[in-house]
């Protein structure tokens, strides 16, 4: 069976996570991906993977590459000539200090598309600054809604700001390439830790930008939709979300409260969401006289949205995802079996896949350098001379 970007090679220049998540995205859709080691990154020693990156790089070949070499820069260059696209994510004047920025790798190759990611874009007073995924969190204003009112700003818990830089870059280079087809022209793709998580505010960005509205901070409430959020039970919490009318009357029919629908205080949405917190305390009674597996098939019974709310076992044990097969066996070279992340969209007919495992570090720099016509003396050469 083809995969979706089956002919296309990407050479990844990418450290950390929003790079390397922009590159998965394209290596599960079936890329060929060359992945480039520096040896200015590791101080000339190549450590082992941790686990998060053997679920971050897989379906990735592996070379190292002294990129303050002029002998690398050049390997680099017979790279790029043949390749589609190259990603990196290094502080914007490190790709212009080295001389493999766009303009002048797209001369190679005019069909280049050249994808970064920066923490702050790549212009303005802010670009050379050193970009984090949790100073973008605060940055860009995700930090000031998080976390209960008055509690003080919080993270979230994953690197929201690298992982959705890194599909937002993703999305940007299939655009560039599907555009490609029409025009036979390549072209620079960039964003920043800083866009993704301003874009990312969505609503809560348009109740600033259109009403003039600075969200609070609304803990496991929804901010505008009640009641939605976290309900304490009889041996837990579930989460629940029946803000319309009709949801509430279902709700309130299910949980033995129908008094509250006549209550002066809850009977439309702006009452409710005025008084959530007395709301709160009335159903909290209903809720606790059960079970949240009692409440949860009770409610969805009624097709009232609500669900558990697990940790990262329960999770990957619960039915539903396993059902869907959200987590996959690869096999690699040295450890074993091992269970890691698939990818999430699901295509029909030419599906994403997880196929090989991530590589050691420069495990495939002979078999890639071979392909580039070097012979063994000349790879040995490179070796000697720490070029690779």
């Known amino acids: 069976m083809s995969l979706p970007l089956e ?24 890329a060929k991906v060359i992945q480039i080691w520096a040896r200015e990154d590791t101080g000339g020693d190549f450590p082992r993977r941790g686990f998060d990156s053997l679920n971050l790089h897989r379906n990735k070949r592996s070379m190292t590459l002294d990129l303050k070499s002029p002998r690398g820069i050049e390997i680099l260059k017979r790279l790029v000539a043949q390749a589609d696209v190259v990603v990196e994510n290094f502080r914007p004047d490190v790709k212009h200090r080295l001389g493999i920025d766009y303009d002048t790798l797209s ?14 874009g790549q212009t303005g007073p802010y670009r050379d600054r ?18 209960l009112p008055g509690q003080g700003p919080v993270r979230v818990g994953i690197p929201v700001a690298d992982l959705t830089a890194g599909i937002f870059l993703a999305q940007g280079i299939l655009g560039a390439l599907i555009e490609r087809e029409r025009s036979g022209k390549g072209q620079w793709v960039h964003t920043s830790l800083l866009e993704a998580m301003v874009t990312m505010l969505d609503f809560q960005a348009a109740r600033w930008l259109i009403d003039g509205t600075i969200p609070p901070q609304a803990g496991n409430d929804h901010p505008t939709s009640i009641p939605t959020g976290v309900f ?19 709700l309130c029919e299910t ?45 969805n019974a009624k097709g009232v949205p609500c669900g558990p709310i697990f940790n990262v076992k329960e999770t990957f044990e619960n039915e539903q995802v396993q059902h869907l097969g959200l987590a996959t066996t690869v096999k690699h070279r040295e450890l074993g079996e091992m269970r890691i992340q698939r990818p999430p969209v699901t295509l029909s007919r030419t599906p994403s896949s997880v196929r090989t495992a991530a590589p050691d ?28």
């Open 232 to 250: 304490k039970t009889a041996d837990g919490h579930i989460n629940i979300a029946a803000s319309g009318q009709h949801m509430f009357r279902r």
């Open 130 to 147: 050193p970009g984090y995924d949790q100073i973008a969190q605060g940055m860009g204003g995700l930090m000031s809604i998080t976390g």
């Open 107 to 120: 001369k190679l190759n005019p069909r280049l598309i050249y994808g970064s990611i920066s923490g702050f």
């Open 7 to 30: 002919p296309y090679t990407v050479i990844d220049l990418t450290r950390a996570r929003s790079g390397p998540t922009c590159v998965r995205q394209l290596a599960d859709m079936g």
């Open 361 to 388: 570090i420069g495990e495939h720099t002979e078999e890639i350098l071979g392909e580039l016509g070097f012979s063994q003396a000349d790879i040995d050469t490179l070796r000697r001379d720490k070029v690779v």
């Open 255 to 299: 949980l033995g409260t129908e008094t509250l629908l006549d209550d002066a205080r809850f009977k439309t949405a702006p009452d409710r969401s005025k008084n959530r917190a007395p709301l709160a305390a009335e159903l909290d009674k209903a809720f606790v006289t059960k079970t949240s597996a009692e409440w949860v098939e009770l409610l």
